[in-house]
C-alpha cells in the first residue's frame, strides 16, 4: 500500500560505476520529482516531471538523468559515480496543481567508496 | 533567490510541554508552506498544508501558522510525547512546483 516506493533502500558503490534508483508512485498524481539531501541533511530539488515531461531541471550535472516511462514511475540514472553523489536521494509526488501538498518516498541512501 | 530558515536548529524538551517551531523565508511570494516530519532513516511525512491565503491549520495536536507578509511560519505542537521526536522540516511552494526547504529543527522529547 505504499504510495511512493523507491528502490533500493541502499546502495554502496565504488567511483566511476553507473547506478540507476527507481520510483513508482501509485497515488494517480501527474507530477514527480527527484530530491538530493545532502551529509548537512539539506534537501534540495533536482528534477519534476509533469506527465513524463521534464519541467524543472535545477543545475544537475548532465551525469544525472532521469527517466519516466510513464506517469507512474520517475527512475534516476547515474553515470560515472563520483565521492560527492554521496547523499539521501528522495524520490516525491504531487498532483499538477501548485497547491497541492507533496508525498515522500523512504529515501535511497547511496554511497560512493 | 528563497531561502528558509529554521530556528532553532534542535530543541530538546520534557514530556507534555507545548512547543513552538519557528521558520522563516525571504520571498513572499509563495503558493503554500509545508510542514513535515522526517524520522531517522526515513522518508518525509507531510503534517500540514497552509495555502498562501490561508492564516493557518490544525490536525490533532498540531497547529500551523502563516504570515506571509513578513515571511513567518510557527508550528505549535501540544502535549508533546515521546513520539514526536524527529526533525521537523518546513518548506515554501514556489512557481513550477518546486519546493524550497529549511534546514530542519530535530526535536527531542524526553519522557
Known amino acids: 500500500d505504499t504510495a511512493v516506493s523507491q528502490t533500493p533502500k541502499y546502495l554502496v558503490t565504488q567511483m566511476g560505476n553507473d547506478k540507476s534508483i527507481k520510483c513508482e508512485q501509485n497515488l494517480g498524481h501527474d507530477t514527480m520529482y527527484w530530491y538530493k539531501q545532502d551529509s548537512k541533511k539539506f534537501l534540495k530539488i533536482m528534477f519534476s516531471y509533469n506527465n513524463k515531461e521534464l519541467i524543472i531541471n535545477e543545475t544537475v550535472p548532465n551525469r544525472f538523468s532521469p527517466k519516466s516511462p510513464d506517469k507512474a514511475h520517475l527512475n534516476l540514472h547515474i553515470n560515472s559515480l563520483e565521492l560527492g553523489d554521496s547523499a539521501v536521494y528522495f524520490c516525491?509526488?504531487?498532483?499538477?496543481?501548485?497547491?497541492?501538498?507533496?508525498?515522500f518516498g523512504n529515501g535511497t541512501r547511496l554511497t560512493v567508496t | 533567490k528563497q531561502e528558509v530558515t529554521q530556528i532553532p536548529a534542535a530543541l530538546s524538551v520534557p514530556e507534555g510541554e507545548n512547543l513552538v517551531l519557528n521558520c522563516s523565508f525571504t520571498d513572499s511570494a509563495i503558493y503554500n508552506l509545508q510542514w513535515f516530519r522526517q524520522d531517522p532513516g526515513k522518508g518525509l511525512t507531510s503534517l500540514l498544508l497552509i495555502q498562501s491565503s490561508q492564516r493557518e491549520q490544525t490536525s490533532g495536536r498540531l497547529n500551523a501558522s502563516l504570515d506571509k507578509s513578513s515571511g513567518r511560519s510557527t508550528l505549535y505542537i501540544a502535549a508533546s510525547q515521546p513520539g514526536d521526536s524527529a526533525t521537523y522540516l518546513c518548506a515554501v511552494r514556489q512557481g513550477a512546483q518546486k519546493l524550497v526547504f529549511g534546514q530542519g529543527t530535530r526535536l527531542t522529547i524526553n519522557p
Open positions: 516525491a509526488s504531487s498532483q499538477a496543481e501548485w497547491l497541492s501538498p507533496l508525498h
